[in-house]
């Protein structure tokens, strides 16, 4: 409680501070105008805002993908309705072109799961199995539990000292507005599995990559080396962590039996597809700006924050700036990427397919992240179109946007792809201190969507987008 | 966020009313001494309040029971363990007599359950058995969803107008302080199957009884009448409620699938315990001051909250009072009532053995509610024992806790059902606003305990119970 309120004083002074730097930094915006940015094109992007604020246009989209589709998990059947309904729906808003890009994978399957404390005290546990993850034999394994504090301690153990042991990584990831306690925290579900492999485990637990007490384990993938056995690796819940880390105290051994029937089927290829709408350009339609999010969703929850809110953003803004009496002079590209939970599959198989026409992707921003409100917008831009930046983010202050001078942004989520690649990049970052008590888990429902705050961020992206379609300003390095 | 926060304004403003109240109704206490109350008895509870204020014993013995123990529902291992466990850790503590008496129910088992929408967009449903519920057939039932927004909509129906059909009861309980949101609500889980049953429904699908956003259903009793067939009854968690509502807005019919293998064995008689413990008086040991929690807890949490906080709250304020230099003058009686969950069996059966000696339960208050702070006291005692009463207000004042002038209680959960037998009572309202997020749910676990809020309601009921036992006052009406 104390913490969002913090989040919220931190926001409002973020936001403060924000309106106060672009105010003192940019004095031609007092003039009316930016390099790049006519008054007329400003006038139209402030309307535009305001047209934004008033919709739910990007709600009501989020609302039917997760009614109408649901979960949407790479292979299965609801990730090829989401294409469907995606290209549908396009069509629908009317985008002037849409089209779709295969994008192939590996299946997996999540199968089932069982955990319980066998000894000292017999206790049922709420666990999720790793996406990726290799099952238990059929019956299921029993073994001693050895508990690492972290991923660290885990590396630090004597090689086969874990033979027939489960591993349990217990760290617990800290709640941040930006999300940085991600980073320290995800290390033991993505390369715990392999390191724990490599010391003879069994198996690998950890305690859930998530701020929530729910017993709703947070899933996500485990990535497994080559010089490593596959091992199962499945993450408790907060909750249920603790109750292993409370048997763990009494200094008896604790003895866990774990069975999950989760299967990899590395060598079946199934197709699915980056869908893609454009905003047709009225002078340089070559070049576009790129929007993005992806279609695809964990299996648990129905994917209305991961990544539903980015898909009713991007299309909502798409939309608006259809909804002006004339295109833009850039074209508008929404990109809507497949199969980003497994590993960014339908970024990387979408810049295989575009590296020759990089350049003409003239600047990009995803949305993959919070359910709060945008505060800060950090560009990754060549010097000369910083103006341009400035005045979008002088737009952009009312709402709470604070203009971030650390111009090194390149890209977010699956256009961090593209970012590395040389596509210029404006990352706007939302309040995330409540993304991770959703994430990855069934609780990603409708009802954690903030209908207010995603007003607010569609009318950003609008206005990010028709500033840089309009002004055609080169913002490359 | 915001009815939190509310919530703590009123608690605030509600305890300053409170002391004020005290201070101004009451002005024996500034003279230091009341009625039956002697300045040395006010003088050693404001020390036994100061110490128990500093000790977390209660929190420790929750933690135990949770982690040792676990889930225990009427009839299961859990339960067993929990009678067995209570006994011995009323000896480790020190109690003066320990003892059992056997209570009887009948077996339910929970069984395994499945819920998901079949038309017109197919997704999976979260939900939860009721306690008591029929299973359905082996291989599930289908049918079309007629939704109720009440119970009093589902009473108006027209009779067999629900052949064939699930009847799906949308209601939505309301978050309140005092938990007054649980009365409007609850009647749906209570009378709900039977009422559909009645105007011909196949089974009854109810959104949760709760507050929270969670996809855990939440559990509890359905209460089948003789008149309507049994046909059985699930819980839909809070997002899956809305995603069904939100399919049903199309307009199209829906269709839901439910199998669950849930049994009612009305003849298999199970035994459990009253798990009883005493503080023997110094001077009139057959009158005793009660003290109640329950020992039973539904299935699926560990019953940390529900009710291993009280479990913990009145050992913990027992073993204080056995702390001091000598016995109150009456005796102090624990009573850890065995199947609550199920219809207060326990307490009911305590009152058919117990019945000829109710005038020596000389008052009573048990825990089984919130996890917040306490804020309100509300006697249900004789006008001349008022004095006493406002006594303890005053010493309990500076913890927060207004004495409500309404002298009305008879005793809350357990103790409700000696109470209306006529036994004097003091019911203690702890903040509630967070309580119906994780009640009867996977939730109720350790990590909800506010172990400051615990320390403080220990040393309100301990308080208490030495007051009561100590100063000799007659509390009947």
Chains 1, 2 share one sequence.
């Not at 849409?98 to 546990?125: N, S």
């Not at 888990?441 to 950003?460: F, G, P, Q, Y």
């Not at 990010?464 to 055609?472: D, L, Q």
Request: charged share 25%; glycine share 10%; with cysteine.
């Amino acid at each position: 409680m104390n913490r969002v309120f913090q989040g919220v004083l931190s926001i409002l002074g973020l936001s403060i501070l924000g309106m106060f730097c672009v105010l003192t930094v940019n004095p031609a915006l007092s003039e009316g105008r930016v390099d790049g940015v006519s008054e007329e094109m400003q006038a139209t992007a402030i309307r535009l805002r305001d047209t934004v604020l008033k919709s739910d246009l990007s709600y009501r989209l989020d609302e039917q993908l997760t009614t109408e589709v649901g979960p949407r998990l790479v292979g299965t059947p609801g990730d090829r309705k989401g294409v469907e309904w995606a290209v549908a729906k396009m069509k629908e808003l009317g985008f002037d072109r849409v089209w779709t890009e295969e994008v192939t994978h590996v299946m997996w399957e999540r199968g089932e799961i069982e955990a319980e404390i066998i000894a000292p005290y017999p206790q049922k546990l709420v666990a999720i199995a790793l996406g990726g993850s290799v099952g238990t034999p059929e019956a299921g394994l029993k073994a001693e539990i050895v508990h690492f504090p972290s991923y660290a301690a885990l590396q630090a153990a004597a090689p086969g000292s874990l033979e027939g042991k489960i591993a349990f990584i217990s760290y617990r990831m800290e709640r941040r507005i930006d999300g940085s306690g991600y980073g320290p925290a995800v290390v033991a579900r993505t390369k715990g599995a392999s390191e724990a492999a490599r010391k003879g485990a069994l198996a690998l637990l950890i305690r859930s990559i998530g701020t929530d007490d729910n017993r709703l384990g947070h899933t996500g993938s485990v990535k497994y080396d080559a010089d490593a056995g596959k091992i199962p690796a499945a993450a408790l819940s907060n909750p249920d962590a603790d109750i292993l880390m409370a048997q763990l105290s009494r200094g008896k051994p604790v003895v866990v039996r774990l069975r999950q029937t989760s299967e990899r089927h590395d060598q079946t290829v199934i197709k699915t597809a980056n869908v893609i709408g454009e905003v047709t350009g009225r002078e340089t339609p070559e070049d576009f700006v790129v929007l993005g999010a992806h279609l695809d969703s964990w299996d648990v929850g129905t994917g209305a924050v991961d990544d539903g809110i980015g898909v009713g953003i991007t299309l909502a803004a798409a939309r608006h700036i259809l909804d002006l009496p004339e295109r833009p002079k850039r074209s508008i590209r929404v990109v809507l990427f497949a199969a980003e939970e497994v590993g960014l599959v339908g970024a990387k198989q979408y810049l295989e397919r575009h590296r020759d026409e990089l350049d003409h992707h003239v600047i990009g921003a995803e949305w993959d992240f919070g359910v709060g409100r945008i505060y800060d917008m950090r560009p990754g831009v060549g010097p000369e179109a910083l103006n341009t930046i400035r005045a979008m983010a002088g737009i952009l202050a009312p709402l709470g946007v604070s203009l971030n001078p650390d111009n090194t942004a390149k890209g977010q989520s699956d256009l961090s792809v593209l970012g590395e690649a040389g596509m210029p990049a404006v990352n706007f970052s939302p309040d995330g201190s409540l993304y991770f008590d959703y994430h990855h888990t069934e609780n990603d429902t409708l009802d954690k969507v903030d209908r207010e705050a995603m007003k607010i961020n569609t009318a950003i992206y609008t206005v990010f987008a028709y500033i840089a379609a309009e002004s055609g300003v080169d913002f490359r390095k």
